[in-house]
DNA sequence: AAGCTGACTATGG
DNA sequence: GCCATAGCCAGCT
């Protein structure tokens, strides 16, 4: 696997979606978007998924399986080691999905710039 | 250097 | 509600 190469400014954005994604509570989900959104939509929701791409490299443990797309459909289960372990985790969790999508996204819809607040 | 790609979204038909 | 477009921006070819 080859490094992500940081450049100043991303490395800060970098650390705010870590920061943010850390703070999703179980059993609950957002989106790219959102937390875009939540840190000022500078670089749009495409960083936020770029950013969870490197997030294996952060030495703490990153719940990328609980941030989805706006449609609550796990765009992302292909960047994990096996697909399947995205759809696992959630369900663990207590989420029901099914055809790769959530079941009753609302419920489990977690907005940072609503539930977090801006710090 | 220019173009393509992508874990996205909003908008318009 | 599905499809096409267009913004978006860093990284890769």
Redesign the pocket.
């Known amino acids: 696997m080859?490094?992500?190469?940081?450049?100043e400014?991303?490395k800060d954005?970098f650390s705010h979606v870590y920061e943010v994604v850390k703070q999703i509570p179980e059993g609950r989900v957002t989106?790219?978007?959102?937390v875009?959104?939540y840190l000022g939509t500078?670089?749009?929701?495409?960083?936020?998924?770029?950013a969870?791409?490197g997030?294996?490299f952060h030495p703490e443990y990153i719940p990328?399986?609980r941030?989805?797309?706006?449609?609550g459909?796990l765009?992302?289960?292909?960047?994990?080691s096996d697909p399947s372990e995205?759809q696992r985790r959630l369900e663990a969790e207590g989420i029901e999905i099914k055809d790769d999508k959530v079941v009753d996204l609302k419920k489990h819809y977690w907005d940072p710039g609503i539930e977090l607040k801006y710090e």
């Open positions: 080859k490094p992500i190469k940081l450049s400014k991303n954005f989106s790219y978007g959102a875009a959104k500078a670089r749009g929701a495409r960083m936020v998924g770029w969870m791409n997030s294996h990328a399986h941030v989805l797309n706006r449609n459909l765009t992302g289960k292909h960047q994990f995205m």
